[in-house]
């Protein structure tokens, strides 16, 4: 059984940083990890994608501003997140995913159970 947990949330300024990190404990076979992220009444909305190539997307908010990564065992997963905007306030969640490897929560099967970020003005 795969567990993924997120860490590196917390408090920074507007234009500020922040990374998170995601730790995969288990063994786990997937196409692609990504970043989500929801605020409470909103849906979850895809941040960013990356595949077992490296090869990664980026929603249009958050292009030129995060960068995702991952370390070279494929073990963990990273947003660094830069010139952050109020707006990025959001419960961040990591996941895993078999197919589709599109920002949509339907294409992926592991979560995590998120980390607070909040982007003060």
């Known amino acids: 059984q795969v567990q993924l947990v997120e860490s590196g949330g917390g408090s920074a300024q507007a234009d500020g940083s922040l990374r998170l990190s995601c730790q995969a404990f288990?063994?786990?076979?997937?196409?692609?990890m990504a970043w989500f992220r929801q605020t409470p009444g909103k849906e979850r909305e895809g941040v960013a994608v990356?595949?077992?190539?490296?090869?990664?997307t980026y929603a249009d908010f958050v292009k030129g501003r995060f960068t995702i990564s991952q370390n070279n065992a494929k073990s963990v997963l990273y947003l660094q997140m830069n010139s952050l905007k109020p707006e990025d306030t959001a419960m961040y969640y990591c996941?895993?995913?078999?197919?589709?490897?599109?920002?949509?929560?339907?294409?992926?099967?592991?979560w995590g159970q998120g980390t607070q970020v909040t982007v003060s003005s």
């Open positions: 990356i595949d077992t190539k490296g090869t990664s």
């Open positions: 996941a895993a995913g078999v197919f589709g490897c599109r920002l949509l929560p339907h294409d992926y099967s592991r």
């Open positions: 288990g063994y786990i076979s997937y196409m692609c």
